[in-house]
């Protein structure tokens, strides 16, 4: 092999082009090789993505995930620190140095209670008390009769089948069939507010009309004694035919109440189909 220094003039002025022109080779090709999105025809796409990096925000309440800044608790010069934990942290007890950590049990659920009996108790008795609300809440007429106390109570009427403008009686009969007397005996008697009564009579005690009906102030009734109270109403001439007029009344005495059967009288129908020829 020879040697540079025994070349030709010519040859030795070729060799250093040569060296050039590798070293520029070998430059472009490494920028090529870093960069592929410089040689990539325009209808080529780099055979990777870049994914950008982003940093979260924080976003308002109801906006999406929001970051939490960490809690840092860094007193100031000659201050006392305090464990203030950050809104929706946890709040630690941490003692100062030199101080007793106190554990404070965390109460735990107690055991589920075990069932118990439940008493019914019964609704109080309507208290009695002459021309008290009380005696005129009653059910609407028509109910079961209630039979609380010992004693014999009705009402009755000789009419049944009346007319516009007739006048009606009925008849209230108590009873003492108890072998104790009946302390202030009352006694309620609601009307049908279209009806005129009159004035009302009794055997015993006192009677009287109010705007919701009969009422009637017994007083004491004694162990087998019987009062009666009577009453006369006149149904109006302009009352509607082919309806009926109701009547039950309300006995109250120590503490309990008792109710009369349903005392009805029925109009006759305002048409009547023909009969005969």
């Known amino acids: 092999m020879r040697s540079p220094s025994n070349l030709p003039p010519n040859e030795r002025l070729r060799l250093p082009h040569t060296v050039v022109w590798v070293v520029v080779g070998l430059l472009i090709l490494g920028v090529l090789a870093i960069m592929p999105g410089a040689w990539a025809l325009p209808d080529q796409a780099p055979d990777f993505q870049t994914v950008p990096t982003l940093t979260p925000t924080p976003t308002r309440p109801g906006g999406g995930a929001t970051v939490t ?3 840092t608790n860094t007193p100031l010069p000659g201050a006392t620190a305090t464990n203030t934990p950050p809104p929706g942290a946890t709040a ?3 003692p100062p140095p030199g101080a007793t950590a106190t554990h404070t049990p965390t109460p735990q659920p107690s055991a589920t209670p075990s ?10 008795a309507a208290p009695v008390e002459p021309a008290a609300a009380s005696c005129w809440t009653v059910p609407t007429p028509g109910f079961v009769p209630e039979r609380t106390l010992s004693l014999r109570w009705s009402i009755e009427s000789d009419q049944v089948l009346v007319v516009p403008g007739q006048v009606i009686t009925q008849r209230l009969l108590v009873e003492n069939t108890g072998a104790v007397a009946l302390p202030d005996v009352l006694i309620c008697n609601p009307l049908d507010p279209d009806l ?3 004035q009302p009579t009794t055997t015993q005690g006192m009677a009287s009309m ?6 009637v102030e017994l007083g004491d009734l004694a162990a087998g004694q ?4 009577e009453l006369s109403m006149r149904i109006p001439a302009d009352y509607p035919l082919g309806g009926v007029i109701e009547s039950q009344a309300w006995l109250f005495a120590a503490g309990q109440r008792a109710s009369t059967d ?3 009288w029925a109009l006759p129908p305002a048409y009547l189909p023909p009969t005969g020829r």
């Open 196 to 198: 005129a009564p009159g």
């Open 226 to 229: 019987t009062a009666q109270i």
């Open 115 to 124: 069932p118990t009996g439940t008493r019914t108790v019964s609704a109080p």
């Open 92 to 94: 630690t007890n941490t």
């Open 262 to 264: 349903l005392l009805t």
């Open 210 to 215: 109010e705007s919701e009906g009969l009422l």
């Open 69 to 71: 800044p960490a809690a």
